[in-house]
């Protein structure tokens, strides 16, 4: 399988950290969103211009979760994409969270500390950071209750879901994310942190 990514993506990043657990490895297509080239190779396999976007034969996927899931789907003896009903649905809720409320708090953030200046020479927006701030916030706050008596997302080990979740947090510290106050979401932060797939998907810059 081919998986076009790039290391800056956290949502490629979701996708590394469910493949790595998974013991699947990609042939990688690297894509600079910064180039001409790549954005044309990048429009030929996602109309939506986006990464990461999964090729198994004449199969194209776009979407990091539909990708997580399917890679998950394909792996016999898994246990990070429950079976049972219940089980699935919980996984699939926080994914779906994921990509809806939380990694979009964090994209303010990271757009405004991090990529604004590289992409425009700007400044960050103490307006545009105020509201990334507020609705971090008000995610991390439903994280950090949901954290307060467990140590996975769904169940008693870790799955699908707290990889799409923690994926974004990956610029914790570069995006200066104001999470001091979440301690319970801190503390599982800190244990994705220990699983070899973290550790196997880190990227220097
Ligand atoms: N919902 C999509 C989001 C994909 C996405 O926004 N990817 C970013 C990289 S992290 C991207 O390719 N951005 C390029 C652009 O928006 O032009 C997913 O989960 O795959």
């Given at each position: 399988m081919q998986l076009y990514y790039n290391h800056y993506s956290?949502n490629t990043?979701?996708v ?10 990609f042939d990688l297509i690297e894509i600079n969103l910064a180039s001409q080239d790549d954005r044309r190779r990048l429009a030929e396999v996602n109309a939506n211009s986006k990464l990461p976007v999964l090729i198994d034969g004449d199969f194209i996927l776009w979407e990091s979760?539909?990708i ?47 990529w604004?200046?590289f992409v425009t ?85």
């Amino acid at each position: 399988m081919q998986l076009y990514y790039n290391h800056y993506s956290s949502n490629t990043r979701r996708v590394l950290l469910a493949a790595d657990h998974l013991g699947i490895a990609f042939d990688l297509i690297e894509i600079n969103l910064a180039s001409q080239d790549d954005r044309r190779r990048l429009a030929e396999v996602n109309a939506n211009s986006k990464l990461p976007v999964l090729i198994d034969g004449d199969f194209i996927l776009w979407e990091s979760c539909a990708i997580m899931q399917y890679l998950a789907d394909g792996t016999p003896g898994q246990t990070v994409w429950p079976q049972a009903r219940q089980a699935r649905a919980d996984a699939s809720r926080w994914m779906f969270w994921a990509c809806q409320h939380f990694a979009p708090a964090i994209g303010v953030l990271t757009w405004e500390h991090i990529w604004k200046k590289f992409v425009t020479g700007l400044e960050a927006d103490a307006n545009e950071v105020a509201r990334g701030e507020s609705e971090l916030a008000d995610t991390a706050r439903v994280l950090d209750a949901h954290l307060a008596t467990r140590r996975w997302l769904v169940g008693d080990a870790v799955t699908l879901a707290d990889f799409a979740v923690v994926a974004p947090l990956m610029y914790k510290d570069k995006a200066r994310l104001p999470l001091d106050d979440y301690p319970h979401l801190l503390a599982w932060f800190g244990r994705v942190r220990e699983l070899p797939a973290w550790r196997n998907t880190e990227h220097a810059w």
